[in-house]
């Protein structure tokens, strides 16, 4: 028995979204890791407020990457989980250690933008498939996103 006979989701639409959410979830590990090396690597004026921002966005992601797995799961597929596969998935760069401050606000502002585009397409690819659950965790990832772009432009201004 699997999850997909009791969920009434189309078999074939739900292999296309577990297909475009392996990639997103390559793109949220890479993600990750560059949040965790800004946290700990970057210097200067607003070290102590951006040092715990960047720890709170890191954390978040975490929550978002299990529960992008745990979704593929629901619809048959099974995650995967091998960081020498994220590397080749992922369309997000790993990054070096970064210590300005404004490069990293960059970095994040550009791989969000990236995030939103993925996710915006996945959306419209589940809405085919009448997967409202996907679309709802996408549309809430959304809504979390832009607000952080807007917050991220206004303290770089
Ligand atoms: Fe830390």
Redesign the pocket.
């Known amino acids: 028995m699997k999850t997909l006979d009791f969920i009434q989701l189309d078999e074939s639409g739900a292999k296309q979204v577990v297909n475009e959410l392996q990639f997103l979830l390559a793109d949220l590990q890479i993600y990750y890791t560059n949040l965790?090396s800004f946290?700990?690597n970057i210097k200067g004026k607003g070290f102590f407020e951006l040092?715990n921002k960047f720890?709170d966005m890191y954390s978040d992601v975490a929550d978002k990457i299990d529960e992008i797995a745990e979704r593929i799961l629901m619809l048959g597929g099974t995650p995967e989980n091998k960081f020498s596969e994220y590397l080749k998935k992922s369309r997000i760069s790993e990054i070096g250690a970064v210590t300005n401050t404004e490069d990293a606000l960059h970095n994040i502002l550009e791989t969000l933008s990236h995030l939103i585009a993925v996710e915006r397409k996945i959306i419209e690819l589940a809405s085919n498939y009448n997967d409202e659950v996907t679309n709802s965790q996408l549309s809430d990832y959304l809504v979390e996103q832009e607000k952080e772009v807007w917050m991220i432009l206004a303290y770089l201004s």
């Open positions: 965790r946290h700990w040092h720890e």
